[in-house]
């Protein structure tokens, strides 16, 4: 079974409105961190935002909030006031509870997030 | 911030030859390092994880003779793709833990801008 799921293949947003893009996840472990990145056609992976299981409030950074629903293990991933640069994939991603050597991260398939001037 | 330097960005060799990729960590010391593999328009796909000083440990289904790892130092591993065919080009990205930091949860991952490797 998938641990991450983005069922948005593709998302096209109208610049200056937001934008909310899904990530389901699934994991038995009370302990999680969850990511998003945005890789641009460049390539590289730019970190956004992060929630850990036990956060009490939504985490914020800048435009980017993240919905996080643990009883529906859901953590979407809204931009708003959207940019032309803000087009990109963005990747959901999920860290497990930690053990020896356990930094890594599992990625979700990606959504392609477009933005029309 | 983090910096992770990732050379060259691109390559472009003919089958059967080796291609190396570096993986550098320019303003912290990384004891572990990971190596993704991208297709095009999909996830990144962990290949392997090298920790410096020990031998990577790979992914179900990633040939450790052809993807070879060195992490010999806290600041470089370099991935080696050897007698490279074209079923092999791909985006390979690296990414770096800083070393001394907890096994948290919310230890985050500084990515290097990624090698695209196409093998004629």
């Known amino acids: 079974a998938q641990k991450i799921t983005q069922t948005q293949p593709g998302m096209f947003v109208q610049e200056k409105e937001a934008v909310t893009l899904d990530c389901t996840y699934d994991t038995s472990d009370p302990s999680y961190g969850l990511f998003w990145y945005k890789q641009p056609s460049s390539g590289e992976m730019i970190f956004l935002i992060y929630q850990g299981s036990y956060d009490q409030q939504n985490a914020t950074e800048g435009r980017y909030s993240l919905n996080f629903q643990k009883a529906r293990k859901s953590a979407n991933l809204v931009i708003s006031a959207s940019q032309l640069g803000d087009s990109a994939m963005y990747f959901c991603?999920?860290?497990?509870?930690?053990?020896?050597?356990?930094?890594?991260?599992?990625f979700g398939k990606g959504t392609k997030l477009s933005v029309i001037p | 911030g983090a910096v992770v330097s990732q050379h060259p960005s691109w390559v472009i060799c003919k089958s059967g030859t080796s291609v190396k990729i570096e993986c550098r960590s320019l303003?912290?010391?990384?004891?572990?390092m990971f190596w993704y593999r991208q297709f095009p328009k999909q996830s990144l796909m962990l290949m392997a994880t090298s920790n410096e000083g020990s031998k990577a440990t790979y992914e179900q289904g990633v040939e450790k003779d052809k993807f070879l790892i060195n992490h010999a130092s806290l600041t470089l591993s370099t991935l080696t793709v050897t007698s490279a065919h074209p079923e092999d080009s791909s985006f390979y990205i690296c990414?770096?833990?800083?070393?001394?930091?907890?096994?948290?949860?919310?230890?985050?991952?500084?990515f290097g801008s990624g090698t695209q490797l196409s093998v004629l």
């Open positions: 990414s770096a833990i800083r070393a001394g930091r907890g096994t948290a949860t919310n230890e985050k991952l500084f």
């Open positions: 991603a999920m860290r497990e509870a930690p053990g020896a050597g356990s930094y890594q991260l599992t």
């Open positions: 303003d912290f010391q990384a004891t572990t």
